[in-house]
């Protein structure tokens, strides 16, 4: 009973500290499944040779992660909460949220809603066509195109997705008061849904990768 109470305080301090270490049941297992996510790599999947990582075309960022509880009959269920931003940073981008058993389960389930998720961006001399704004719960915000040059005058969360989408010309702004990484990812998302071209209608939805 002492070393469960140990090891369930030992957990809460590593996860309440460091994103990336696995839970205290996993501790000794290599961190380098997580941090490959990071580099956009993914585990070998069926098909390919064992011990090798398949190179993956798409970027992924993790912008969240913590850990949640849900009461149950026979006590409190605890899981990983994970957000995931994943694009090519050629216009395509696509954000994902999921929650698993441990970490690498909820970054993995959290990349493969991502990846369904993509869409593409329409950009224009590597930035936005026209000044949009968005809202999603308590994040507001509002992103505007600048000339060549200008670079991403953006923070956080916005510039973790713009930069993955391949925009490198942007300013922006957090107009709602809200700390909130996932909110405020969606409502980027949100807005750049929203942008379109004056020339014709841009296909925004793109095919599914094979995951």
Known sequence: MVIEIRKRKIENYLISNFYFLLPISNF???ISIIMAYQGGQSRTRRGGPKGFDKKDEFDSKLLDLSRVERMR??????RFRAAIVVGDKMG?????EAKGKDVAQAIEKATRVAKKDLFLVPMVDETISHTVEAKFGAAKILMKPQKKGRGLVAGGTIRIICNLAGIKNISSKMLGRTGNKINSAKAVIQALKKLKTQNSKVKTTVQNPKI
Request: aromatic share 14%; charged share 20%; hydrophobic share 30%.
């Open 28 to 30: 000794y297992q290599p």
């Open 73 to 78: 009959a026979g006590g409190r269920r605890l």
């Open 92 to 96: 395509k981008v696509g954000f994902g």
